[in-house]
Nanobody, 131 residues
Framework: QVQLVESGGGLVRPGDSLRISCVSSEPIADNWIMGWFRQAPGKEREFVSFLRWTSVAPYYSPSPSMNIKGRFTVSNDTAKNTFYLQIHSLKPEDTAVYYC????????????????????WGRGTQVTVSS
């Protein structure tokens, strides 16, 4: 059973940057997909980004409301089985619980932007952006 543990959330001010982490209890294999989702208060969970573990090219949500481009950066450390989400220029609307998810068998043709496409989830880390 894979366990994912997120950390690094907290209370930050608008304009700040933050890096949240997700550590896997199992070694992350080349064919795993690691994803980031978030859920704001009173809203549905939404897709942020995913990365095929050995890829250098993460996919980010195209949602204009998230304004991800240039602000969100996904990376990984294969030696530490850790997956990161760096967020710059944080805005109050970025306030949410951020979840890490893992799918352990990559399949072609799937964009991995839906929650049901992932087998394992962390419990989330709260990010609150407020002045």
């Amino acid at each position: 059973q894979v366990q994912l543990v997120e950390s690094g959330g907290g209370l930050v001010r608008p304009g700040d940057s933050l890096r949240i982490s997700c550590v896997s209890s199992e070694p992350i294999a080349d064919n795993w997909i690691m994803g980031w989702f978030r859920q704001a208060p009173g809203k549905e969970r939404e897709f942020v980004s995913f990365l095929r573990w050995t890829s250098v090219a993460p996919y980010y949500s195209p949602s204009p409301s998230m304004n991800i481009k240039g602000r969100f950066t996904v990376s990984n450390d294969t030696a530490k089985n850790t997956f990161y989400l760096q967020i710059h220029s944080l805005k109050p609307e970025d306030t949410a619980v951020y979840y890490c998810a893992a799918e352990t068998a990559f399949r072609e043709g799937i964009f991995y932007s839906k929650g049901y496409e992932y087998d394992y989830w962390g419990r989330g880390t709260q990010v609150t952006v407020s002045s």
